[in-house]
């Protein structure tokens, strides 16, 4: 299907007024799980339409998923949905691994046994949504405990920077997740590491293990690319 002629899913909103951070995130969920392909184009009339909002809100949701990376705004064509590439994925992982290690090494120093239970919990659900091979399930609580990890290093303005560099690395991991089973079990397999060692307050392990399961994701998400584009 040509980008230009993907529609947006129809969405129903009971709200009369909705603002402009209700509607960027079904926006950026349609984005995240490929239901808007990138090189999609988005209007502001047809989002008005689907979604029943004036204009305002719409012209502000799509401001703030253009800041995030998300959708970029061409001269005299529009808005249309970023495209995946590899240049940008090899700039986002240096960004993950470098980021997401440190904030694994912070959680083994800082996070509290309520917390490290709560990535424990978030973990176990990995395993059983993986049993189901429930691929958005394991996307989600996968995502959740990535940011229950970010929340463990009490550092801010890590978690800050953790919570852009995050949000545009999504698409390329749900890509990951949902083309293969085998990286699912890696991620598994590689957070499975990282509890042990979070638990054991190990803080250089926990670095090796955030690094390790990012590093493995990023080689198979490039190749997909790579498959894409030859395809």
Same mark, same amino acid.
């Given at each position: 299907?040509?980008?230009?002629a993907? +529609? /947006?899913?129809?969405? +129903?909103?009971?709200?009369?007024?909705?603002?402009?951070? %209700?509607?960027?995130?079904?926006?950026?969920?349609?984005?995240?799980?490929?239901?808007?392909?990138?090189? =999609?184009?988005?209007?502001?009339?047809? !989002?008005?339409?689907?979604?029943?909002?004036?204009?305002?809100?719409?012209?502000?949701?799509?401001?703030?998923?253009?800041?995030?990376? $998300?959708?970029?705004?061409?001269?005299?064509?529009?808005?249309?949905?970023s =495209?995946?590439?590899v240049?940008?994925?090899? +700039?986002?992982?240096?960004?993950?691994?470098?980021?997401?290690?440190?904030?694994?090494?912070?959680?083994?120093q800082?996070?509290?046994n309520?917390? !490290?239970?709560?990535?424990? =919990?978030?973990?176990?659900?990995? !395993?059983?949504? $993986?049993d189901?091979d429930?691929?958005r399930?394991? &996307?989600?609580? *996968?995502?959740?405990?990535?940011?229950?990890?970010?929340?463990? %290093?009490? *550092?801010?303005?890590?978690? #800050?920077?953790?919570?852009?560099?995050?949000? +545009?690395?999504?698409?390329?991991? &749900?890509?990951?997740?949902?083309? %293969?089973?085998?990286? #699912?079990? *890696? %991620?598994? #397999? =590689? *957070?499975?590491?990282?509890?042990?060692? /979070?638990?054991?307050?190990?803080?250089?392990?926990?670095a090796?293990?955030?690094?390790?399961?990012?590093?493995?994701?990023?080689?198979?998400?490039?190749?997909?690319?790579?498959?894409?584009? $030859?395809?």
């Amino acid at each position: 299907m040509p980008a230009d002629a993907f +529609q /947006l899913p129809t969405v +129903q909103v009971e709200v009369p007024q909705i603002y402009a951070r %209700s509607v960027a995130p079904i926006i950026e969920e349609a984005i995240i799980y490929g239901e808007l392909p990138d090189g =999609a184009r988005l209007t502001e009339e047809e !989002i008005c339409q689907k979604m029943g909002v004036s204009r305002s809100p719409v012209r502000e949701a799509l401001r703030l998923l253009e800041r995030d990376g $998300l959708v970029e705004r061409e001269p005299r064509r529009g808005v249309r949905v970023s =495209a995946l590439t590899v240049a940008e994925l090899d +700039q986002l992982y240096v960004c993950r691994i470098s980021l997401e290690s440190m904030a694994a090494r912070l959680a083994a120093q800082t996070a509290t046994n309520k917390e !490290i239970k709560a990535i424990s =919990a978030a973990h176990q659900a990995c !395993i059983k949504a $993986l049993d189901r091979d429930d691929v958005r399930e394991h &996307f989600r609580v *996968n995502v959740e405990m990535s940011q229950k990890l970010f929340a463990a %290093s009490h *550092n801010r303005p890590l978690i #800050r920077l953790l919570g852009t560099i995050h949000k +545009q690395a999504l698409r390329y991991r &749900f890509l990951a997740y949902n083309r %293969s089973r085998t990286a #699912r079990e *890696n %991620s598994v #397999r =590689a *957070n499975e590491n990282l509890v042990k060692a /979070l638990l054991d307050r190990d803080e250089e392990k926990a670095a090796q293990m955030a690094r390790a399961s990012i590093e493995g994701t990023h080689e198979f998400i490039k190749q997909c690319l790579l498959e894409r584009n $030859l395809a």
